[in-house]
């Protein structure tokens, strides 16, 4: 697959553009359902200009000290995206090696 070319999110099947770099990205939909283990909404950030990330529980606004976050019960990775923004992955099998 290039850039141009689409797949289903890994969540909800939705076509989202293809990016080799990341190639088990969620949909924005998805994006906004990231939830911790207890299912509390999570936001993310990024630090600074240059980057960085930071997830914090939206309600309450402690920081969450893991990028593992659900989606629809699927265990997810977010992280800074290479160019600015953040990023959200299914996992495979727990394996953060694969994330």
Known sequence: ???TEFYPCPIC????KYFTRYPRAVCNNCYGKASDAQGRKLS??????SGGFEAIVT?????HQSHICYINGVKCWA??????????EAMIDDDLANH
């Open 1 to 3: 697959m290039n850039s």
């Open 13 to 16: 099947s939705t076509l989202v």
């Open 44 to 49: 993310f950030f990024n630090t600074s200009m």
């Open 59 to 63: 309600e309450t606004q402690e920081r």
């Open 79 to 88: 992280d800074e995206a290479r160019f600015g923004g953040i990023v959200i």
